[in-house]
C-alpha cells in the first residue's frame, strides 16, 4: 500500500470518528464521486468508523469485494443522519434501487416493502396487506420494515377493531346476507361479520374509523391494556399467558416500524399517471400546455473506463423507443462525468433547432446542479438556444431548473416528480445496459460487435 493510500486511510479514519452516533445512512465513494456503497447504521460514527479499525481483518469479517473497496478505491464518505433507524433502513433501500452502487449486492432487486391497505371506497371496507396497493379509494399506511411483524399484528388488531380481511364483495342490503354463513373468524370474535348481516354500514365504518385513528397514533392505548393484562398474569404465575401478552406487545411495536408515504417513496410500487403528470409538469415550469416530449440523458461507467452516454426519449410520458440513442464517449478523459455530458449534448442537438431536427419541449439530465451546467456549457457552443433544462439529483430528489436560482424539492408523491424519475431510471437503466456492452466488447474481441446468441431450432 502505498503512502498516499495510507494518508488517506487515516484522513477516512479521523473523518469517521468525527460522525455523530445518531442513526443514519453512510456512502462510500470514490475519487471521482462515485458512490461505491451505502449502508445503514444506528450509530453512524460506530458503524463507519468500524471499517477502518482493523483493516487487516477487514477480509474476514466483510469479505474480500468490501475488503478490496476501503483499501483500494475509498477516497470520501458522505453520511445522511436519520431520525430512527427505521427512517435509515427505509432510505437505505431508496438509495440502492436508485444508485445501484458497485458493491451493494443486496436490495438491488425491485422487491418492495409492504402497505397496509384499507379499501375505504366499499361499503364494508376490507384491511389487507400488499405490495401493489392502490392509488385511488384507499387509506394507506407504510411501508413497513417488516412484513412479519405487519402479518403478526392484525390479528392482534381484529380482536380490537373486529374488521374484514376476507375478498367478498359485501353490499349493504343485499338478501343474500341474511342466509350467509360467517367463516370462523366471527366464531373467534375477531370479526363482525357484515357479510352475514351481523353489523350496520353505519356501525363498521366506526370500527374503521377508530382503526385508523390507532394506526395514526402510537398505539398506546391498546398497548397499555395489553402490558397490564400481562403483567397481572405474570402476578397470578400464569406464565404462559403472559408470555403469550408478551409477544402481542411485541407484534404491536412492529407495526411502528414503519415510514411515512411522503417521506419514503417506492416508485416502482405506484403507477404513474402521465397526463396527471405532465400537467403538473406545465404548472411548475409555467408554460400553457403540457409538454409532449421529454429526452433525458445520463452517463454510465466503471473507473472512468468504457464510458457510455444514454438518451431516452418520452413522448406524453411514455417511453418512444425508436429515440433512443446511446452514445460511445470519445473525447471525455477519465470518470470525467462533466465533460461526457458535454459531449453527449453537443452530438444529439448540434443540428436540432435548425431545417433538419426539432428540439424536444424537456431536456432531462441525471444529476445535480454541475451536470445541469455542464449541458449548459455544452448548448453555449451550439448555434440554437436550449429548450427547457433541468436536472434531478438522485440522493435529495430535487429539481434543478436552467435560469432559476432556487431548485424545487417536492413532496415525494408528488407526479410531476415521480414522472421525472421515472424517465431519470429508464436512462440510467439505457446507460448501463450499453456501458456492460462496451465491457462485454473489450473482454471478448475489441474489433467485433458482441451478437446475440443464435435461439435453438426446435427439432
Known amino acids: 500500500m502505498g503512502k498516499n493510500r495510507e494518508k488517506t486511510l487515516e484522513m477516512l479514519k479521523e473523518k469517521a470518528a468525527s460522525l455523530p452516533a445518531s442513526p443514519g445512512v453512510y456512502l462510500f465513494k470514490d475519487s471521482a464521486g462515485r458512490v461505491l456503497y451505502v449502508g445503514k447504521a444506528k450509530s453512524l460514527r460506530d458503524r463507519v468508523s468500524s471499517y477502518f479499525h482493523s483493516l487487516g481483518d477487514l477480509t474476514g469479517a466483510r469479505g474480500p469485494e468490501i475488503a478490496h473497496m476501503i483499501n483500494d478505491l475509498v477516497a470520501d464518505i458522505d453520511v445522511i443522519p436519520c431520525e430512527s433507524e427505521v427512517d435509515a433502513l427505509l432510505r437505505e433501500n431508496r438509495l440502492i434501487k436508485d444508485i445501484q452502487p458497485r458493491f451493494n449486492e443486496r436490495l438491488k432487486d425491485g422487491k418492495s416493502y409492504p402497505y397496509l391497505q384499507i379499501r375505504m371506497d366499499e361499503d364494508f371496507p376490507r384491511v389487507e396487506i400488499t405490495r401493489k396497493p392502490l392509488l385511488k379509494g ?83 392505548l391498546v398497548a397499555r391494556r395489553i402490558k397490564k393484562e400481562m403483567l397481572q398474569a405474570a402476578e397470578r404465575m400464569d406464565y404462559e399467558r403472559a408470555a403469550l401478552l408478551r409477544d402481542q406487545l411485541n407484534a404491536l411495536a412492529g407495526l411502528q416500524k414503519r415510514g411515512l408515504l411522503e417521506e419514503h417513496p417506492q416508485p416502482e410500487v405506484f403507477y404513474i399517471d402521465p397526463t396527471e403528470g405532465l400537467a403538473r409538469l406545465a404548472e411548475l415550469l409555467g408554460t400553457n400546455s403540457p409538454p409532449r416530449v421529454i429526452e433525458a440523458i445520463d452517463i454510465a461507467h466503471l473507473a472512468g473506463k468504457e464510458t457510455a452516454g444514454s438518451l431516452v426519449c418520452f413522448i406524453d410520458g411514455k417511453p418512444f423507443k425508436q429515440g433512443y440513442r446511446r452514445f460511445n464517449i470519445r473525447t471525455a478523459k477519465s470518470a470525467d462525468d462533466y465533460a461526457a455530458i458535454r459531449e453527449v449534448v453537443s452530438r444529439r442537438y448540434r443540428h436540432a433547432g435548425m431545417d433538419e431536427e426539432l428540439f424536444p419541449d424537456v431536456i432531462l439530465i441525471d444529476g445535480g446542479q454541475g451536470q445541469l451546467k455542464a449541458a449548459h456549457e455544452a448548448f453555449e457552443q451550439l448555434p440554437s438556444s436550449p429548450p427547457v433544462l433541468l436536472s434531478l439529483a438522485k440522493r435529495e430528489e430535487v429539481i434543478y431548473i436552467l435560469g432559476r436560482d432556487e431548485p424545487l424539492k417536492l413532496k415525494r408523491n408528488d407526479p410531476a416528480l415521480r414522472l421525472l424519475q421515472s424517465i431519470r431510471d429508464e436512462a440510467h437503466r439505457f446507460a448501463q445496459a450499453y456501458h456492460h456492452i462496451l465491457r462485454r466488447r473489450k473482454t471478448l474481441c475489441r474489433d467485433e460487435p458482441v451478437r446475440k446468441r443464435t435461439p435453438k431450432r426446435s427439432s
Open 138 to 220: 384507499v387509506k394507506l399506511y407504510g411501508p413497513f420494515v417488516s412484513v412479519a411483524d405487519l402479518r403478526a399484528a392484525v390479528p392482534l388488531l381484529q380482536r380490537v377493531f373486529r374488521f374484514r380481511t376476507c375478498k367478498l364483495n359485501i353490499v349493504e342490503g343485499d338478501e343474500k346476507q341474511q342466509s350467509f354463513r360467517p367463516c370462523l373468524l366471527y366464531t373467534i370474535k375477531q370479526c363482525s361479520a357484515p357479510c352475514a348481516g351481523k353489523i350496520s354500514r353505519e356501525d363498521y365504518r366506526e370500527d374503521i374509523a377508530n382503526l385508523r385513528r390507532f394506526l395514526e397514533s402510537k398505539g398506546s
